[in-house]
C-alpha cells in the first residue's frame, strides 16, 4: 500500500508531526493495543507553512477527535483543553488523529464509546438539591407525639375558659361616651361655676387659677356646636391650648349644657397610625415576606388578647390560667406563622412552653411566699370599675407570663437556629457536642436578654421607683412594698424563665438535631462539584 498523501492538507503539517512526535500509547503501529510504534520519518514542511502555523494550536490541535456519546457532533474550539473534561481527554490520550497502516494490514474499526455512567473515574459531575423537607418522618413523628398534647390542651384549655353565652362585662362608674372637639381659643383666670361673673380684680393669691376652653364639637350628639369649658389647673392637669385636638365625656345629659360635658384627654390617632405605619415600613423592607408573616402574627396575637384573655379574665375565669392558655396560642400562632413548620420552630416551641411554665410555677410560689395581693392602683380602679371582686394575685402573675413571652420567643428561636446550624456545618457531631457548642452562643445571648427584660419592667414601673425614692423610708422598707415587691418578682422570675430556656431549648433541638440524617440538613439548590 502507498504511503498517505504527505502533502499539505486541511490540517496541514500539524496533524503530521503530532501523528508522529506524539504516538498513540494504546495502540501499536499494526492496531495491537501495548505495541510500541516506530516514529515515521518525518517530513519537514516548507518554510512558510511552518512560519504560518499557530503555535498555540500546533500545540493542542492533534487532529480529528473522537467524541463521547453525550456529546457527538459537537466540535469544540481550538485551545480549549480545559473544558474537555472526562471521557473527552481519556479519547484525546487514546487517539491522536488519523494512523499510518503498514501494507496488507487490515485496519481496525474505532472502537464505540461506552456510554457514561455518571461515575467514571476523573469527570465532573453534580449533584442537584431540592429545598430540604422540614424534618424527616423519624423527627416527625417525634415532634407529634410532643406537641400533639401541648397543641389540644391549649385549644380545650380555651374552648373551656371562654365565657360562653354570657353578657359582656360592662362598668359600674359612668365613663361617659367620648366625644371629638377642637379648641379655638383658651383663657386664664379665677375659677368660675357657670353662668358666674367675677367683680373688680382683686382675686383670693392662694386660690388656684382655672382654664376656659373654647371648643367645637366635631362629632357627637351637638356635632358642630360651640362650648366652653373650664378646667382647674393642677400639676397632673394636662396643658391644653388652641388649635389642639381633644376629647370630652359626654354623661348623656343635655347636650346645649356644658355640665354634660367634661374634658378628659387628646386625640392620638393620627400620630399612632403614622408610626405604626412608619412600624410596618421598616418591619416589611428588612424582613420582606418572613416581616409580613411577622405583622399578621403580631395582628393575630392582639386578637387572642381581645378576644379570649381579656374577656376570660373579666368573666371571672383563673388569669394565671388563661394567660397559659392565651401564651399557648400566641407561641404556636407566632413562632409556626413567622418561621414556618419546620423542625427547629417546633424546638423552639417546646423550649418555650417549658420556659413559660417554669415562670408561672416560679411566680406563683414566691408571690404567695411573698404575700403580694396584686392590688395597686390600676387594679384598685379596675375592682371599682367591675363592682365585683377579681383575683388581683392571679392578674399578677398573668401580667408576669404575657410579658415575659416576647422574649422568651427571641431566645428560644436563636438557640435552635445556632443548633441547626452547627448540625448542617458538621453532620458528624453527636447531641452531647451540639449541646455544649449550642449552649456557648446562648450564654453571650443570656445576659443582653436579661437586661431587656430588667430595663423593660423598670421602665414601666418608674413612676412608682420615682415615688418610692422620696418616700423617706429606708431601701429595705422601700423594697418590701407592695409595688416594688412585685416588679422585683416579676422580673426576677422572668428572667430565671429566660436563663432555664437557653438550656431546656439547646438539649431539645440537639436530641432533635441529631436525629435528622445528613439529606434532611442541607437546603441548597446548587449543584455540589464532586471530587475526582
Same mark, same amino acid.
Given at each position: 500500500?502507498?504511503?498517505?498523501?504527505?502533502?499539505?492538507?486541511?490540517?496541514?503539517? &500539524?496533524?503530521? =508531526?503530532?501523528?508522529?512526535?506524539?504516538?498513540?500509547?494504546?495502540? #501499536?503501529?499494526?492496531?495491537?493495543? #501495548?505495541?510500541?510504534?516506530?516514529?515515521?520519518?518525518?517530513?519537514?514542511?516548507?518554510?512558510?507553512?511552518?512560519?504560518?502555523?499557530?503555535?498555540?494550536? $500546533?500545540?493542542?490541535?492533534?487532529?480529528?477527535?473522537? %467524541?463521547?456519546?453525550?456529546?457527538?457532533?459537537?466540535?469544540?474550539?481550538?485551545?480549549?483543553?480545559?473544558?474537555?473534561?472526562?471521557? !473527552?481527554?481519556?479519547? $484525546?490520550?487514546?487517539?491522536?488523529?488519523?494512523?499510518?497502516?503498514?501494507?496488507?494490514?487490515?485496519?481496525?474499526?474505532?472502537?464505540?464509546?461506552?456510554?457514561?455512567?455518571?461515575?467514571?473515574?476523573?469527570?465532573?459531575?453534580?449533584?442537584?438539591?431540592?429545598?430540604?423537607?422540614?424534618?424527616?418522618? $423519624?423527627?416527625?413523628?417525634?415532634? =407529634?407525639?410532643?406537641?400533639?398534647? /401541648?397543641?389540644?390542651?391549649?385549644?380545650?384549655?380555651?374552648?373551656?375558659?371562654?365565657?360562653?353565652?354570657?353578657?359582656?362585662?360592662?362598668?359600674?362608674? *359612668?365613663?361617659?361616651?367620648?366625644?371629638?372637639?377642637? &379648641?379655638?381659643?383658651?383663657?386664664?383666670?379665677?375659677?368660675?361655676?357657670?353662668? !358666674?361673673?367675677?367683680?373688680?380684680?382683686?382675686?383670693?393669691?392662694?386660690?388656684?387659677?382655672?382654664?376656659?376652653?373654647?371648643?367645637?364639637?366635631?362629632? @357627637?350628639?351637638?356635632?358642630?356646636?360651640?362650648?366652653?369649658?373650664?378646667?382647674?389647673?393642677?400639676?397632673?392637669?394636662?396643658? +391644653?391650648?388652641?388649635?389642639?385636638?381633644?376629647?370630652?365625656?359626654?354623661?348623656?345629659?343635655?347636650?346645649?349644657?356644658?355640665?354634660? +360635658?367634661?374634658?378628659?384627654?387628646?386625640?392620638? #390617632?393620627?400620630?399612632?397610625?403614622?408610626?405604626?405605619?412608619?412600624?410596618? %415600613?421598616?418591619?416589611?423592607?428588612?424582613?420582606?415576606? !418572613?416581616?409580613?408573616?411577622?405583622?399578621?402574627?403580631?395582628?393575630?396575637?392582639?386578637?387572642?388578647?381581645?378576644?379570649?384573655?381579656?374577656?376570660? =379574665?373579666?368573666?371571672?375565669?383563673?388569669?394565671?390560667?388563661?394567660?397559659?392558655?392565651?401564651?399557648?396560642?400566641?407561641? +404556636?400562632?407566632?413562632?409556626?406563622?413567622?418561621?414556618? /413548620?419546620?423542625?427547629?420552630?417546633?424546638?423552639?416551641?417546646?423550649?418555650?412552653? %417549658?420556659?413559660?411554665?417554669?415562670?408561672?410555677?416560679?411566680?406563683?410560689?414566691?408571690?404567695?411566699?411573698?404575700?403580694?395581693?396584686? /392590688?395597686?392602683?390600676?387594679?384598685?380602679?379596675?375592682?371599682?370599675?367591675?363592682?365585683?371582686?377579681?383575683?388581683?394575685?392571679?392578674?399578677?402573675?398573668?401580667?408576669?407570663?404575657?410579658?415575659?413571652?416576647?422574649?422568651?420567643?427571641?431566645?428560644?428561636?436563636?438557640?435552635?437556629?445556632?443548633?441547626?446550624?452547627?448540625?448542617?456545618?458538621?453532620?458528624?457531631?453527636?447531641? !452531647?457536642?451540639?449541646?455544649?457548642?449550642?449552649?456557648?452562643?446562648?450564654?453571650?445571648? %443570656?445576659?443582653?436578654?436579661?437586661?431587656?427584660?430588667?430595663?423593660?419592667?423598670?421602665?414601666?414601673?418608674?413612676?412608682?421607683?420615682?415615688?418610692?425614692? &422620696?418616700?423617706?423610708? @429606708?431601701?429595705?422598707?422601700?423594697? @418590701?412594698?407592695?409595688?416594688?415587691?412585685?416588679? =422585683?418578682?416579676?422580673?426576677?422570675?422572668?428572667?430565671?424563665?429566660?436563663?432555664?430556656?437557653? *438550656?431546656?431549648?439547646?438539649?431539645?433541638?440537639?436530641?432533635?438535631?441529631?436525629?435528622?440524617?445528613?439529606?434532611?440538613?442541607?437546603?441548597?439548590?446548587?449543584?455540589?462539584?464532586?471530587?475526582?
Amino acid at each position: 500500500m502507498d504511503r498517505p498523501d504527505t502533502d499539505d492538507d486541511a490540517t496541514g503539517p &500539524i496533524r503530521r =508531526i503530532t501523528d508522529e512526535v506524539s504516538p498513540s500509547p494504546a495502540r #501499536g503501529a499494526s492496531g495491537t493495543p #501495548g505495541t510500541p510504534r516506530k516514529p515515521a520519518r518525518r517530513t519537514p514542511p516548507p518554510d512558510g507553512a511552518r512560519r504560518a502555523a499557530d503555535p498555540a494550536r $500546533r500545540r493542542t490541535d492533534t487532529g480529528p477527535q473522537r %467524541v463521547p456519546a453525550n456529546g457527538a457532533g459537537t466540535p469544540r474550539a481550538n485551545g480549549d483543553r480545559r473544558a474537555d473534561t472526562g471521557p !473527552q481527554r481519556a479519547a $484525546r490520550r487514546g487517539d491522536t488523529g488519523p494512523q499510518r497502516v503498514p501494507a496488507g494490514t487490515k485496519p481496525r474499526p474505532a472502537k464505540k464509546p461506552e456510554p457514561e455512567t455518571g461515575h467514571g473515574h476523573g469527570h465532573g459531575h453534580g449533584h442537584g438539591h431540592g429545598p430540604a423537607a422540614p424534618a424527616s418522618k $423519624r423527627v416527625k413523628l417525634l415532634l =407529634i407525639w410532643l406537641l400533639a398534647p /401541648l397543641a389540644l390542651a391549649t385549644v380545650v384549655g380555651m374552648v373551656v375558659l371562654y365565657p360562653w353565652g354570657k353578657p359582656d362585662p360592662t362598668s359600674v362608674v *359612668p365613663q361617659g361616651t367620648p366625644v371629638a372637639a377642637d &379648641i379655638s381659643a383658651t383663657t386664664t383666670g379665677p375659677c368660675l361655676a357657670q353662668g !358666674q361673673v367675677q367683680v373688680g380684680d382683686q382675686t383670693d393669691p392662694n386660690a388656684k387659677p382655672c382654664l376656659t376652653v373654647d371648643l367645637t364639637m366635631t362629632d @357627637g350628639p351637638a356635632s358642630g356646636k360651640q362650648l366652653k369649658l373650664t378646667v382647674p389647673i393642677e400639676p397632673s392637669t394636662p396643658r +391644653f391650648a388652641a388649635g389642639d385636638a381633644v376629647v370630652l365625656a359626654y354623661n348623656g345629659g343635655n347636650a346645649s349644657d356644658p355640665a354634660s +360635658f367634661q374634658l378628659v384627654d387628646f386625640q392620638r #390617632g393620627t400620630p399612632l397610625l403614622v408610626l405604626a405605619a412608619l412600624f410596618a %415600613v421598616a418591619v416589611l423592607v428588612l424582613g420582606r415576606w !418572613q416581616g409580613l408573616a411577622a405583622l399578621v402574627a403580631l395582628g393575630l396575637s392582639f386578637l387572642v388578647i381581645a378576644l379570649f384573655i381579656l374577656p376570660a =379574665i373579666l368573666a371571672g375565669e383563673n388569669p394565671l390560667v388563661v394567660a397559659i392558655a392565651g401564651s399557648g396560642a400566641i407561641m +404556636f400562632i407566632a413562632l409556626y406563622l413567622t418561621h414556618g /413548620l419546620t423542625a427547629r420552630t417546633s424546638a423552639a416551641v417546646l423550649g418555650t412552653l %417549658v420556659s413559660l411554665a417554669l415562670i408561672g410555677v416560679l411566680s406563683a410560689i414566691f408571690s404567695a411566699a411573698a404575700s403580694l395581693t396584686g /392590688l395597686d392602683d390600676s387594679t384598685s380602679t379596675l375592682i371599682g370599675s367591675l363592682g365585683h371582686g377579681i383575683d388581683a394575685r392571679g392578674l399578677l402573675l398573668a401580667g408576669v407570663v404575657i410579658g415575659a413571652l416576647g422574649v422568651l420567643d427571641d431566645v428560644t428561636v436563636t438557640q435552635t437556629s445556632a443548633v441547626w446550624e452547627l448540625r448542617r456545618a458538621n453532620p458528624d457531631l453527636t447531641w !452531647q457536642e451540639l449541646y455544649r457548642s449550642g449552649l456557648r452562643i446562648g450564654r453571650d445571648h %443570656v445576659g443582653s436578654a436579661v437586661n431587656t427584660l430588667v430595663m423593660a419592667y423598670a421602665g414601666a414601673a418608674l413612676p412608682v421607683l420615682l415615688y418610692s425614692s &422620696i418616700s423617706g423610708v @429606708g431601701l429595705g422598707a422601700l423594697l @418590701g412594698s407592695e409595688e416594688i415587691a412585685q416588679e =422585683i418578682i416579676r422580673t426576677l422570675a422572668g428572667s430565671v424563665g429566660i436563663v432555664a430556656a437557653v *438550656p431546656v431549648t439547646t438539649i431539645l433541638a440537639a436530641l432533635i438535631a441529631s436525629r435528622e440524617p445528613a439529606a434532611y440538613l442541607s437546603s441548597t439548590t446548587k449543584s455540589v462539584p464532586s471530587h475526582a
